[in-house]
Every structure is written in structure tokens, then in C-alpha cells.
């Protein structure tokens, strides 16, 4: 089975900078949706980015301009750019196959694979 591991997690301060990686016992070609989740403290997890297979990327409103997701095959990285406090959260990548474009574009959690996530911290 299809196994996912974060790292890359650590403290930062506001408007630093901070690269996620996510290694993929899986590659691009045999999954329809990756993506990077996050859960903030005492909040529920909530989507951040994904990518589908045919190359369209998707990100959450309040990360646009800032994040970037990158697809290199067997590793999924999240470049983490002007970080805010509001970033702060457990980092989660995920990846599923047989999904439809609607899903993976609108940042929904029906993922089939999960990582054990890695911790983001952003303070002064």
C-alpha cells in the first residue's frame, strides 16, 4: 500500500520562508490527486493545495501568491513562502487515485492516503 511521509516542519518567524517535503511510496502517474492539508489548534484540518494528474494546481484563497505546490514525481513539496501566524498547524500531504477533477479542485479530504504530519509553528 501506498505509504506517505512529512518533514520539513519547524518554526519560523513571520514572513520567513519554509519548504514542506512529502515522500510518495507512489508515483504521479498512478494517483489522480495530491495534496497538502493542515490543521490549525483546536480548529478541524482544512485544505491548503493540490494538484491533479493533468497538471492543474489549486490552493486555498488565503495562500494564494504565498505557497507553492510542486509535483516532482515521487517527492511533494509545499514552498511555504511570507508565512503568517494564521499558518500555523499540523501539515498533512495526501494522495488518492480514481478521484474526479471537481474533487481535487475544490480541496476536498476524500483521500485515500494520508502522511502522519509535521509540525508548522509560526511566531515572533
Known amino acids: 500500500q501506498a505509504q506517505l511521509r512529512e518533514s520539513g516542519g519547524d518554526s519560523v518567524r513571520p514572513g520567513g520562508s519554509l519548504r514542506l517535503s512529502c515522500t510518495l511510496s507512489?508515483?504521479?502517474?498512478?494517483?489522480?490527486?495530491m495534496g497538502w492539508f493542515r490543521q490549525p489548534p483546536g480548529r478541524e484540518r482544512e485544505g491548503v493545495a493540490t494538484?491533479?494528474?493533468?497538471?492543474h494546481l489549486n490552493y486555498r484563497d488565503s495562500v494564494k501568491g504565498r505557497f507553492t505546490i510542486d509535483n516532482a514525481g515521487d517527492t511533494l513539496y509545499l514552498q511555504m513562502d511570507d508565512v503568517r501566524p494564521e499558518d500555523t498547524g499540523i501539515y498533512f500531504c495526501?494522495?488518492?487515485?480514481?478521484?474526479?477533477?471537481?474533487?481535487?479542485?475544490?480541496?476536498?479530504?476524500?483521500?485515500?492516503?494520508w502522511g502522519q504530519g509535521t509540525q508548522v509553528t509560526v511566531s515572533a
Open positions: 507512489e508515483y504521479t502517474y498512478s494517483t489522480s490527486c
Open positions: 495526501a494522495a488518492t487515485p480514481l478521484w474526479s477533477p471537481d474533487d481535487c479542485h475544490k480541496l476536498r479530504p476524500n483521500f485515500k492516503y
Open positions: 494538484v491533479y494528474s493533468d497538471g
